[in-house]
């Protein structure tokens, strides 16, 4: 019925079709009114998400390039004193009384213009004593104080002191051309709104004033192997074996960790934290050597090699055994060999944290240390040759067999670790935070297991109770 | 040999000036694109809403979608037919959200038990736009919906039945309800109509 009257086949269809299909008349004026106005609400509501979204991602950009900053920055050595050859002072008749950890002029000095210098032209005062002219001419003023961030404080004997015998060096100094000294460490001041936990908490928390805040969640770990330190130390059995594959090369390297952690956030921006994770690790690396023919075990079908290796569960004896491809009883020249090493681990990790956090709304910055207890088992431990220098050998008729089954039982190893976070709170009950931050798994130096690194990524999702 | 179409110069296009304008949030170019539109776009909306307010109702909320998603124009087919299908979804959703479209339809079964095949014979197409306007309007807003999306925007029973959220045996059974239920209509209002008529004589 509907196909013999399809779209149109119907004469009412048609009629309306021919009557109503063009039909056209003028709505009110004030439709377009209503339609200008919700056509500007809508402009203003998309500009609106549109600048959130992009303060977000400059947001996520800054704190991205922050951590990333901290994690990867190489280890700085501290700044020398200003007193150190660079500077030419070293020519100073009187010794520099070191600054002590209770002066408080500590940053300050180094941080602030030399007391003898002009504030507003750093150089009028360093050219004034350059020898030529009255070597004394620039008095420290009556009651300088020392500035700090806060204005000044009041001097006291000791930082008097300190000021004395800046200016005396200043005068004695010999030194043809002194260019201003550049402060080496800027004193660090930090914006308004990033003000410690305690004060702008009640913001976005204004709910809940309290003096902690307790949560659970849950945490995905994502790490990389950094750094293998194998011990310089002989097998503990002085076992001498005949061929040593110690050489190693990284290859590939994976931590997938999950679990549950819970901790506490204090008022005062103390973060306490711990939980439990399951990690699953796996290390492939390559160990190559040479080997001599003149200690063949066997000499009939395949020729077989004792060698030895590391692992992360201590030095492993193993027998090559390489398939001549023609067979012979004559021994080949030694030849360099390579073989594939590939370890998984599962662990089970019961870290602890202490921590300190800064709070801005909805955002909070923290960093974090502490230590860690993993009992780690070897789940599995794969060998395989992966290439022979050698043209009287059969690399894809090669063959490994480990002298031992690997250990099935739990090895309790103590870590420690670092991170660095950032925590965005879209609801008070609820936390979502990345870290950045490195472990180092931390053994007992008589122990010939390495000592490994990682570097890990993190994300936690959190509910606070 | 074809044109490559990097060497193609764009043709001026006053259309697609308009439209740049509009995306620039250009007032009056808003203006003057609404007013090339508004009066077949408020046509379409009154053959679907109850009332003259009600059509007005959707034409607002359809502009509004119209402007909000005018970037979104590929300059694939004819705009007017971009900005008819743009404004119709907005109005069917409307329905759709009000539960009113889809609602089981009370009609006296009665009334309708004229045959099908009849139409045919008492199809007027003589009839004033205005009147079958009204005639429409009156149809309970199930047939109302149905009939102007098959009859007028030609949409198959399976396009109906997707987007109305409805089994496609529903909507045939709707359509056949609607046209015999706007034969009713044209009926009355003829008579209304004659009526009138005898009355000035």
Not at chain 1, 438 to 443: D, G, H, I, P, V
Not at chain 2, 172 to 183: E, G
């Given at each position: 019925m509907e196909d013999h009257y399809k779209n149109g086949n119907n004469p009412m269809d048609d009629m309306l079709s021919k009557g109503l299909g063009d039909y056209a008349q003028a709505p009110g004026d004030e439709a377009w009114a209503a339609i200008n106005a919700g056509r500007k609400a809508g402009i203003a509501s998309s500009n609106r998400r549109f600048l959130i979204l992009r303060w977000a991602a400059i947001l996520l950009l800054f704190c991205s390039a922050v951590l990333a900053a901290m994690y990867w920055r190489p280890i700085q050595h501290e700044p020398e004193e200003y007193s150190s050859s660079q500077d030419g002072i070293q020519h100073s008749k009187s010794p520099l009384k070191q600054p002590t950890s209770k002066d408080s002029t500590e940053l300050v000095l180094e941080s602030?213009?030399?007391?003898?210098?002009d504030e507003s032209d750093p150089g009028k005062g360093v050219e004034s004593f350059n020898g030529t002219n009255d070597p004394r001419p620039h008095q420290a003023p009556e009651k300088p104080g020392i500035p700090t961030r806060d204005r000044y404080i009041k001097p006291t004997r000791e930082t008097e002191d300190a000021q004395e015998d800046l200016s005396e060096i200043a005068i004695n100094m010999d030194i043809p051309n002194v260019q201003p000294i550049e402060p080496k460490w800027k004193s660090v001041s930090f914006p308004k709104w990033f003000a410690p936990m305690s004060s702008t908490t009640e913001s976005f928390l204004a709910p809940h004033k309290r003096t902690f805040h307790t949560y659970a969640g849950f945490s995905y770990q994502d790490a990389r192997l950094g750094k293998v330190n194998y011990q310089k130390l002989p097998p503990p059995d002085a076992h001498q074996p005949d061929h040593e594959l110690y050489n190693e090369r990284l290859v590939h390297s994976s931590r997938n960790t999950m679990g549950v952690s819970m901790g506490v956030q204090l008022a005062n921006g103390l973060i306490l934290e711990t939980g439990v994770y399951q990690s699953t690790s796996t290390v492939t690396q390559i160990h190559t050597g040479r080997f001599d023919p003149k200690n063949i075990q066997k000499l009939d079908d395949k020729h077989e090699y004792d060698a030895q290796i590391r692992t992360a569960g201590g030095y492993r004896d193993c027998q090559v055994k390489l398939k001549p491809k023609q067979p012979s009883h004559n021994p080949p020249k030694p030849f360099d060999v390579a073989l594939e090493k590939e370890e998984t681990f599962n662990s089970i990790d019961i870290p602890l944290n202490l921590g300190y956090g800064l709070q801005y709304d909805r955002w909070m910055f923290s960093a974090r240390a502490g230590a860690d207890l993993s009992l780690i088992k070897q789940k599995d431990l794969s060998l395989t040759v992966s290439e022979v220098n050698s043209e009287d050998y059969d690399l894809s008729l090669s063959d490994i067999e480990l002298s031992a089954p690997i250990s099935a039982s739990f090895k309790s190893v103590w870590g420690m670790h670092g991170w660095v976070s950032a925590e965005y709170r879209p609801a008070s009950y609820l936390g979502v935070q990345a870290s950045l931050g490195s472990s180092l798994e931390w053994r007992k130096s008589t122990s010939n297991q390495p000592q490994r690194s990682w570097r890990a990524a993190e994300i936690i999702v959190k509910w606070y109770l | 040999m074809r044109t490559p179409n990097f060497l193609k110069i764009p043709p001026n296009n006053p259309e697609k000036d308009l439209l740049d304008r509009c995306l620039k949030h250009d007032e009056r170019a808003c203006f003057e694109f609404y007013g090339r539109y508004k009066d077949k776009m408020f046509g379409m909306c009154l053959r679907y809403a109850v009332d003259h307010n009600e059509a007005q109702e959707f034409l607002q909320e359809g502009f509004i979608e119209v402007f909000r998603v005018l970037k979104n124009y590929r300059n694939e087919g004819s705009l007017e037919g971009w900005v008819r299908r743009v404004i119709l979804n907005v109005l069917l959703q409307k329905l759709r959200s009000q539960k009113r479209a889809n609602d089981p339809i009370q009609y006296d079964d009665d009334l309708l038990n004229h045959q099908l095949e009849d139409e045919a014979d008492d199809a007027d197409s003589t009839i004033e736009p205005q009147v079958l306007m009204k005639c429409i309007q009156n149809l309970p807003e199930g047939y109302r919906t149905i009939l102007n999306l098959y009859a007028i925007e030609k949409w198959t029973h399976k396009e109906i039945a997707e987007k109305m959220d409805i089994g496609i045996g529903t909507s045939k059974s709707q359509l056949n309800r609607a046209r015999k239920c706007l034969r009713k209509e044209l009926e009355k209002e003829k008579q209304v109509y004659g009526r009138s008529l005898q009355e000035r004589e």
């Amino acid at each position: 019925m509907e196909d013999h009257y399809k779209n149109g086949n119907n004469p009412m269809d048609d009629m309306l079709s021919k009557g109503l299909g063009d039909y056209a008349q003028a709505p009110g004026d004030e439709a377009w009114a209503a339609i200008n106005a919700g056509r500007k609400a809508g402009i203003a509501s998309s500009n609106r998400r549109f600048l959130i979204l992009r303060w977000a991602a400059i947001l996520l950009l800054f704190c991205s390039a922050v951590l990333a900053a901290m994690y990867w920055r190489p280890i700085q050595h501290e700044p020398e004193e200003y007193s150190s050859s660079q500077d030419g002072i070293q020519h100073s008749k009187s010794p520099l009384k070191q600054p002590t950890s209770k002066d408080s002029t500590e940053l300050v000095l180094e941080s602030t213009p030399l007391p003898y210098q002009d504030e507003s032209d750093p150089g009028k005062g360093v050219e004034s004593f350059n020898g030529t002219n009255d070597p004394r001419p620039h008095q420290a003023p009556e009651k300088p104080g020392i500035p700090t961030r806060d204005r000044y404080i009041k001097p006291t004997r000791e930082t008097e002191d300190a000021q004395e015998d800046l200016s005396e060096i200043a005068i004695n100094m010999d030194i043809p051309n002194v260019q201003p000294i550049e402060p080496k460490w800027k004193s660090v001041s930090f914006p308004k709104w990033f003000a410690p936990m305690s004060s702008t908490t009640e913001s976005f928390l204004a709910p809940h004033k309290r003096t902690f805040h307790t949560y659970a969640g849950f945490s995905y770990q994502d790490a990389r192997l950094g750094k293998v330190n194998y011990q310089k130390l002989p097998p503990p059995d002085a076992h001498q074996p005949d061929h040593e594959l110690y050489n190693e090369r990284l290859v590939h390297s994976s931590r997938n960790t999950m679990g549950v952690s819970m901790g506490v956030q204090l008022a005062n921006g103390l973060i306490l934290e711990t939980g439990v994770y399951q990690s699953t690790s796996t290390v492939t690396q390559i160990h190559t050597g040479r080997f001599d023919p003149k200690n063949i075990q066997k000499l009939d079908d395949k020729h077989e090699y004792d060698a030895q290796i590391r692992t992360a569960g201590g030095y492993r004896d193993c027998q090559v055994k390489l398939k001549p491809k023609q067979p012979s009883h004559n021994p080949p020249k030694p030849f360099d060999v390579a073989l594939e090493k590939e370890e998984t681990f599962n662990s089970i990790d019961i870290p602890l944290n202490l921590g300190y956090g800064l709070q801005y709304d909805r955002w909070m910055f923290s960093a974090r240390a502490g230590a860690d207890l993993s009992l780690i088992k070897q789940k599995d431990l794969s060998l395989t040759v992966s290439e022979v220098n050698s043209e009287d050998y059969d690399l894809s008729l090669s063959d490994i067999e480990l002298s031992a089954p690997i250990s099935a039982s739990f090895k309790s190893v103590w870590g420690m670790h670092g991170w660095v976070s950032a925590e965005y709170r879209p609801a008070s009950y609820l936390g979502v935070q990345a870290s950045l931050g490195s472990s180092l798994e931390w053994r007992k130096s008589t122990s010939n297991q390495p000592q490994r690194s990682w570097r890990a990524a993190e994300i936690i999702v959190k509910w606070y109770l | 040999m074809r044109t490559p179409n990097f060497l193609k110069i764009p043709p001026n296009n006053p259309e697609k000036d308009l439209l740049d304008r509009c995306l620039k949030h250009d007032e009056r170019a808003c203006f003057e694109f609404y007013g090339r539109y508004k009066d077949k776009m408020f046509g379409m909306c009154l053959r679907y809403a109850v009332d003259h307010n009600e059509a007005q109702e959707f034409l607002q909320e359809g502009f509004i979608e119209v402007f909000r998603v005018l970037k979104n124009y590929r300059n694939e087919g004819s705009l007017e037919g971009w900005v008819r299908r743009v404004i119709l979804n907005v109005l069917l959703q409307k329905l759709r959200s009000q539960k009113r479209a889809n609602d089981p339809i009370q009609y006296d079964d009665d009334l309708l038990n004229h045959q099908l095949e009849d139409e045919a014979d008492d199809a007027d197409s003589t009839i004033e736009p205005q009147v079958l306007m009204k005639c429409i309007q009156n149809l309970p807003e199930g047939y109302r919906t149905i009939l102007n999306l098959y009859a007028i925007e030609k949409w198959t029973h399976k396009e109906i039945a997707e987007k109305m959220d409805i089994g496609i045996g529903t909507s045939k059974s709707q359509l056949n309800r609607a046209r015999k239920c706007l034969r009713k209509e044209l009926e009355k209002e003829k008579q209304v109509y004659g009526r009138s008529l005898q009355e000035r004589e």
